[in-house]
């Protein structure tokens, strides 16, 4: 690792062909707008966490990696409850705003920005199509994840856990929706 003064901290990690995949912690003094780069690719590499310790990085290959600030200027969410959860997310490029400066925080989530954001977790290109969802949407038919209807309502937690479910694999269930009164 590499901190000089004023300039960006850079990181050459080289992860052995036996490991296969490793988790790397970065020092360096990261927020929630921080990313990892790609310094080949110039991706950002949306599992860079940052950390009190510094940044954490899973990586599967060797890579040289510059830590940016990537944060986005959004004048609706200084001082909101869920400003660093904001940060975090756009700055992976996972979210967007509903313009250069504003991110609504407190609208409510549609089943087509839950398709897009899954989609682009994925590393999928949702740029394009008629709609501004159309490439997440696809992506999520086409992977079972949705069945891409009513694109435009809020998605409610029910839909949510059950796209993450699938979006996961669906994995085995356990435990009981018993201590919750609106199970049904």
């Known amino acids: ?44 590499v949306k599992l860079s966490v940052p950390t009190k310790e510094g940044m954490t990085v899973k990586l599967a290959d060797s890579a040289e990696l510059v830590l940016v600030n990537n944060a986005k200027d959004f004048s609706d969410t200084t001082g909101h409850w869920a400003q660093d959860a904001i940060d975090f997310v756009t700055a992976r490029g996972l979210f967007g705003g509903i313009s250069e400066t504003s991110f609504a925080p407190d609208s409510p989530m549609t089943r087509a920005m839950l398709m897009t ?20 949407m696809e992506w999520a038919v086409a992977n079972s994840v949705s069945d891409g209807s009513n694109p435009n309502h809020a998605v409610t937690r029910e839909q949510t856990a059950a796209m993450l479910w699938r979006y996961a694999g669906c994995p085995a269930a356990e435990g009981s929706l018993s201590g919750f009164t609106d199970r049904s």
């Open 117 to 136: 954001v899954l989609a682009r977790f994925d590393g999928q290109d949702t740029e394009g199509g008629a709609v501004w969802y159309e490439k997440g």
């Open 1 to 44: 690792t590499v901190d000089e003064p004023g300039e960006d901290v850079t990181a050459e990690i080289t992860v052995p062909k036996s490991v296969g995949e490793a988790v790397v912690i970065i020092p360096a003094d990261v927020d929630c707008g921080t990313v990892a780069v790609d310094t080949d690719t110039g991706e950002v």
